[in-house]
């Protein structure tokens, strides 16, 4: 999350799997599924071109096991286009293949993210 606050791209792009599967649930802006490492990208630019400035925050993390990982994120973000300030708390699952992220995927609350695991 420092990498990706920072704007720290490469550092974040090394923490990928090359055939990382990224999703974020249809109930939030600019849902949608990506693969691969031009997924992820492609998956920022959208969120890029919506949010004018955006910052994460961990507030918590859990690892139901050790190949999963939940993070409850706080996001504060300016709208691009109306300068609106938005927060909101977000959770992010990770399944983690050989150290690098498999899947990273965006839900609303926590019992969906916990789903994905099936």
């Known amino acids: 999350m420092d990498a990706f606050n920072r704007g720290d791209h490469d550092a974040v792009v ?58 409850e994120v706080h996001q504060r973000a300016v709208g691009a286009g109306s300068g609106v300030p938005v927060q909101m708390t977000l959770y992010f699952f990770y399944e983690i293949r050989d150290g690098r992220a498999l899947r990273f995927h965006v839900y609303p609350d926590r019992d969906v993210a916990l789903a994905a695991m099936g």
């Open 14 to 71: 090394a923490m990928l799997d090359p055939e990382i599967e990224c999703h974020v649930h249809p109930a939030l802006m600019n849902g949608g599924r990506w693969r691969g490492v031009d997924g992820y990208e492609t998956m920022m630019a959208i969120w890029g071109e919506a949010w004018g400035e955006i910052e994460m925050t961990i507030l918590r993390v859990e690892t139901p096991d050790d190949r999963h990982a939940i993070a």
